[in-house]
């Protein structure tokens, strides 16, 4: 079954909103990042990775001072398929993802996610392997 488990926030001092969320939620840091898409803090409530951004690039033409819910994850058992059900359903394939050379030797997952543009231009992320800090699925 599919499943939310990544929230993106957009930020522009995501180091402060990130230890606010920690002090007064109790959430958990679990990384940092610093690559060519965005750098920040993530974090988990035991549930969702919560990844506080500052992207460097412009992923949902709002301009690099756009602050707010940026997009979310999905795990789901069938990537293939289901990227297919995407873009049988409208959805544009995001790919102007840059990637630092050493990332993934970095990186949690042996992939990055898949990411859409959906309905009204919503972006989100597709992954058949968990996001760091989540859940175990069942």
Known sequence: ?????????????????????????????VRRLDNPRAKGVVLTDGHLNISVLQFQQDQLDHGLDFTGLHHFGVYVEDLEGTAKKCVQNGCVHYSELPEAPDEKA??????????????????????????VGTAPVK
């Open 106 to 131: 970095k990186n949690y997952r042996s992939k990055r996610s898949d990411k859409f543009k959906g309905p009204e231009n919503a972006l989100f992320d597709i992954a058949d392997e968990p996001w």
């Open 1 to 29: 079954m599919a499943r939310i488990q990544h929230l993106a926030i957009a930020s522009s001092d995501p180091f402060k909103q990130a230890e606010f969320y920690k002090r007064v939620f109790g959430f958990e840091e």
